[in-house]
């Protein structure tokens, strides 16, 4: 049943992202890549160690998902962050600003990539 599934699936992704806040009056950007993603949540790996410094409280990011043409820059709050080799791994709770973007993550989680997500409407018919 429905109530079985966890009440937001997480996806596992690599999606190229700009992380963006504000510190001290100063401006900062960084690449990142979101790994995975929930209705509510993601984790972003960066590849820099102790940049997480730089978003420990909010900061927002952009990025646009697979076959949809339209970048979505979300407010993020900051949870955690781990450290693995030179790399930084930020868990981070992020808001959909508008309908749209909620639709689009939603579709994103429900569906699998393209070329699955028609295979199996195939199957279905």
Request: aromatic content about 10%; proline content about 5%.
């Amino acid at each position: 049943s429905s109530d079985e599934k966890r009440q937001s699936p997480r996806k596992q992704c690599s999606l190229p992202a700009v992380m963006f806040s504000r510190q001290n009056g100063a401006r900062i950007f960084h690449n990142s890549t979101i790994v995975n993603i929930s209705s509510s949540s993601m984790q972003i790996l960066l590849k820099t160690p102790n940049l997480h410094h730089d978003f420990d409280i909010a900061f927002e990011i952009l990025f646009s998902l697979p076959n949809y043409d339209h970048p979505m820059l979300l407010p993020c709050r900051f949870v955690r962050a781990g450290h693995l080799h030179d790399e930084t791994m930020i868990v981070a709770h992020f808001e959909c600003t508008d309908s749209l973007e909620e639709f689009f993550v939603s579709q994103f989680l429900t569906s699998g990539n393209l070329t699955a997500d028609y295979t199996n409407k195939k199957k279905q018919r």
